[in-house]
Structures are given as structure tokens and as C-alpha cells.
């Protein structure tokens, strides 16, 4: 059913863990019914310079998240604006059917976080004016 490459990033997820001064946090799903995952990003001079996933799901989740964040990791902010579920997919060499819909908590969460940390740098922008 898995890839080799599902497999790996499931039993070997990189970058699991959370980030404990995160510039931005993402979270996707709801934790009382399914899968649920929250994106940790750190940035330095406008690149994710780390990153880091807590999930709460299945293989397929756990493994997408993983690739997520090895798309990301060292992308421009705008660069990792642009990555997809489908990229995400594409990375792991495809994924079954009934567990695409896993993929699709990585690209919003990622989103989520960097727009956490806009908000963020928009906020100390403000306070210093």
C-alpha cells in the first residue's frame, strides 16, 4: 500500500518535535476527531531557517508531515507560500488513494505558521512606530 519513501518518512519522520521560541505556528485539523497537525517555523533573514511538526494521525500523516517540512526547510517565505499538497505527494512518490486526503493538513499548516509570523512581524513593526 506504502512506497518505500512513505515508509521511511513514517519510521523516520525528520524534524518531528516542536520549536520552543517559534517565529510562527501553524495548526491544521481538529484534535477531538482526527488527524491533527501544528507547524513549528523559525525564520532568519526571510528563509525557514528550522522547522519542526507535532501530529496526532495515521502513517500517511505522519510521513506527509515529515516531507512537508523537508520541502520547506531552508525555502524563502515566499517559496514555501507556493508549496502544494501536491508537491507534498509528488515528494513522497504518491500516496494511496483513500490517504490523499492526509496530505492536506501539511500545505495549510505551513501557511498558517507563516502567516502567524507576518502577523507577528507586522505587531513589533507597529510597537516601534
Given at each position: 500500500m506504502y512506497n518505500e519513501n512513505i515508509i521511511d518518512h513514517f519510521l523516520n519522520p525528520r524534524n518531528a518535535g516542536r520549536i520552543?521560541?517559534?517565529d510562527g505556528?501553524?495548526?491544521?485539523?481538529d484534535p477531538s476527531c482526527g488527524d491533527y497537525l501544528r507547524i513549528f517555523i523559525k525564520v532568519k533573514n526571510n528563509l525557514i531557517s528550522d522547522i519542526?511538526?507535532?501530529?496526532?494521525?495515521?502513517?500517511?500523516?505522519i510521513a506527509t508531515s515529515?516531507?512537508?517540512?523537508?520541502?520547506a526547510k531552508?525555502?524563502?517565505?515566499?517559496?514555501?507560500l507556493k508549496i502544494t499538497d501536491a508537491d507534498i505527494i509528488t515528494?513522497?512518490?504518491?500516496?494511496?488513494d483513500p490517504?490523499?486526503?492526509?496530505?492536506?493538513?501539511?500545505?495549510?499548516?505551513l501557511r498558517l505558521a507563516i502567516l502567524d509570523?507576518?502577523?507577528?512581524?507586522?505587531?513589533e513593526d507597529n510597537d516601534s512606530h
Open positions: 520552543s521560541d517559534p505556528v501553524g495548526t491544521q485539523g519542526k511538526f507535532e501530529i496526532f494521525g495515521c502513517p500517511a500523516a515529515s516531507a512537508l517540512t523537508e520541502l531552508g525555502k524563502t517565505i515566499d517559496e514555501a515528494f513522497l512518490g504518491g500516496l494511496p490517504k490523499i486526503h492526509c496530505s492536506n493538513l501539511g500545505a495549510g499548516a509570523y507576518q502577523n507577528r512581524l507586522a505587531s
